[in-house]
């Protein structure tokens, strides 16, 4: 984005957003005047841009460090917590806040639909900006599904005085999903394509929403087949209809060949600017020029308080195809030096290790990667530093690390994966849909692994224990999701969809061989029996995580809102 471009943009939300009262968590027709709002696409834009903040961006921008995505889950290690709900420590709240069954963006969208068709303008534009509306609303309600499941339905903006409404009950999850796939529809009729928006001026495209639309019905046609049967499923669906629904609108994102994968995988992640990448399909822009609000702490806070865990580790293959189990040609991993060494090239891409660059300073002079931070405040506790989003050049402006690292918040590559997991969830996967999909991951400029050949798969005797058992060809596909989207903030939702409790019910994560350039750099960590280092000892204690699988798929609505609204009735299971 063009700096006067960003200014615009940030003057404008701004004046939406800036005032000690955001305008639009009051009723909006307080503070919007009807005869002066709502007459131009530039009113339309305006009032839209407030949506934009609530994409995900770096977490703890402004607070000294920036935690890596999936912290708390299995694949990557905090030093200060692991997730609420894996510890099993959830208490139901009192209160509803701004993260708990907060319903207020859900309001702003329903209030920017009713009003959108009252501007004027090109009819292309306006359509736009609506299809904006219906893309947010149905983001809103998957945050909301994700929480807590059932949900009552208000498709539209309502008064103090729409009793029926204000008091409705919750609608089964499967209806509120169709209620959002429907928004979804419409979005994808609507929206400008990508390459009809220009890098200057990036919003929700009609690729967005294709993605969006593939992306909640794998999450919902795969938690109905894992949850069936229990307090949480769909009584008499297997969640085929939502899986078929994922697999066609991720196959429309691969037939209509408008994008394609970046060159370089070890790259993706590494830039200030997505505004040309090929596969970006939305991306957050920071900038620190604009004051430190628009920044990020990513860069100057490495570790960042983060480790990447020994089982993430060990998911990526070896360059022969094989699992580390099973290849000749796996060095093992009790020194950093060699964990890499013929392994999958995202892993490097993924992992520092001694003789990666830590900084390029401004006159070309490199400061290589020694040893991981074990003891300093942001500690990577697990000694698996992150490569992935790292960059080491020095700012020749600031005289340090940028604070304008790109975040990426969708990409082609998840389409690939969603249509290789709902084929193989449905039964009907073929060599050719691997080969336009998984295989064509591999393939990228920079990976080069070998294709994943249905008849030739083998068996890793160190597969996941889900708590069932997969077909061989679904096993691979999940690991290739957890490689290829490493640390980007799937693997919670993963977890709960898949109804996976078994990966981490009674267990800890642990992180790298306590080798001794580890035990130079830190001494008398804890170690587990293998000597690999065991941080979370201190969180979960030898009985592991706690968490109640007849209870914490779900969080529990806050006690006032159902004394207010008896509706809501009954709490979700185990509550």
Known sequence: MKKSKYIFLLFSLLAIAGCKEDFLDRNPLDEISEPEFWKTTGDLELYANAFYQNLPGWAGVGNGFSPMPDNGTDLSLSSTEASTRLLGNVTIPTTSSTSV?????????NYFLANVDKATGAEADI?????????????YYFSLLKSYGDLPIIDKYIENTDVDYLYKGRDPRNKVVDFMLSDLDQAISLLKTKSELTASNPRINKEAALLLKATVALYEGTWEKYHQGTAYGVEGSTGATYLQQAAESAKKLIDDNTLSLHNSYAKLFNQTSLSANSEVILWKEYNFTFGNS?????????PNRSSYSRFA????????????ALSPLYQG????????????PRLAATIMVPGDTVAIAVNGTITPFTVPKLTTNNAAVGGYESQKYRIPNIDPLTGTFTRSTAKIIMRYAEALLIYAEAKAELGTITQADLDISINKLRKRSGVGMPDLVMSSIVTDPNWPNY???????LYEIRRERTVELMNEGFRFD??????AHALFLGQRPRGAYYEQILKSAASNLKVDSENYLDPYITFVGTAGYAFKPERDYLSP???????????????????
């Open 101 to 109: 069954w907060n319903w207020s963006n859900v309001r702003k969208a």
């Open 127 to 139: 359509n736009q900006y609506k299809g904006e509306g219906l893309f947010f609303r149905a983001y």
């Open 294 to 302: 628009y920044g990020n702490d990513l860069q100057i806070s490495w």
């Open 313 to 324: 580790v060990r998911s990526y293959l070896c360059k022969d195809g094989l699992p580390y």
């Open 333 to 344: 991993d009790q020194l950093l030096s060699k964990i890499e060494v013929n392994r999958d």
């Open 467 to 473: 708590g069932y058992s997969l077909t061989p060809v």
């Open 494 to 499: 993963d977890m709960m969809r898949w109804r």
């Open 557 to 575: 609505i806050p006690t006032d809102e159902i004394t207010i609204n008896p509706n809501l009735k009954p709490n979700n299971p185990g509550w």
